[in-house]
């Protein structure tokens, strides 16, 4: 009888301190590669870690049985890696396209978590830290790669605090380059990069220009496009997509477009919760705060302020910084006094997460799950996407 993904779990569970290591994503990885060419990458390093629990006489059997909401593929059109995987957007999306992942690395052990309960595998850390050449072949290669270095108030921030922006920004900024050098070892026959829409035209073009060229020398045809979510999700949320297809594989010729929006309309009021907990509605203080601090912003001309949402409209696009205060997505509340945040299930809903998809008793916090989804993809968008590369690359798969 085949083992469980609950066994794993176990192991992983009896690790406490080594949980979120390179060894214990070997051994995940290995497992989801079921003996297939992509497991050699892993087998050593998983087999190695294992040999720490023979006192639980753990054994194993491969084909795993998987108990997460979604394991991987079986039967397989193609292969993908998922890098600065957050909570798995880009996994969901070309999963239903029957694509199976091979690789993931996510560097935030909070974000780790919420993947592993959902995909039954634990990302690999640091990206720049991780051998191009220890990732195994892939057809295709999708990252969102940090945004704050070239979003607008990222940008904004940086410049206040006289920090740099961009490439100079030596922590984020250059891990584009770390996408390169995967692309250059590896030669996958197609990527797909998102990003903020300022990251066109960051330093007055300049950046998009590097990225551009970059991806060009490399031996892609490069294609981009800003899509906003309204047409997806009750929320505008504007980003730019970056696709591109191996010279090496395709002619000059690649018959691509970007998908065209669908015609429906998104209400807020339709990813609401019924009787969300009293804990989101905002304090006397705080509600006080953000109506001093909008009213004292809008007499020096400025934008900045809450956004109390109209329920038959869409929502601001929601941030990282949400857990803060919820200042840019306010729910009102009728009979109450003061307005409400959304719920992390809301946030879900409005990211277009799957129903199934777990963030209850993973033991992961409201803020922690609200940086991640204002960090995350718009799932559908990314599927629409996907749907159209899949339209190239199945020609050659």
Known sequence: MSSSYSKIRQVLKFDKTNRYTKSAAALTHFFQSNGENSGVYFRNEAEEYLKKFADLN????????????????????????DLFAGIGGFRIAFQEINGKCVFSSEWDKYAQKTYEANFGEIPFGDITKINEYEIPDHD??????????????????KNALGKEHGFLDKTQGTLFFDIARILKAKQPKAFLLENVKNLKSHDRGKTYKVIYETLNKLGYQVFSKVLDARYYVPQHRERIFIVGFSNDYFDNQIDFSFPEPPEKKYRIKDILENNPESKYTLSDHLWKYLQEYALKHRAKGNGFGFGLTDLDGIARTLSARYYKDGSEILIPQGNKRNPRRLTPEECKRLMGYPDKFKIKDIGVSDTQLYKQFGNSVVVPVVRSVASSMYGVLSQIL
């Open 140 to 157: 295709v290669l999708v990252a969102g790669f940090p945004c704050q270095p070239f979003s607008i108030a990222g940008v904004s921030k």
């Open 58 to 81: 753990f054994q194993y059997e491969l084909p795993i049985v998987y108990d997460v909401p979604f394991p991987p593929v079986e039967n397989p059109d193609f292969t993908f890696i």
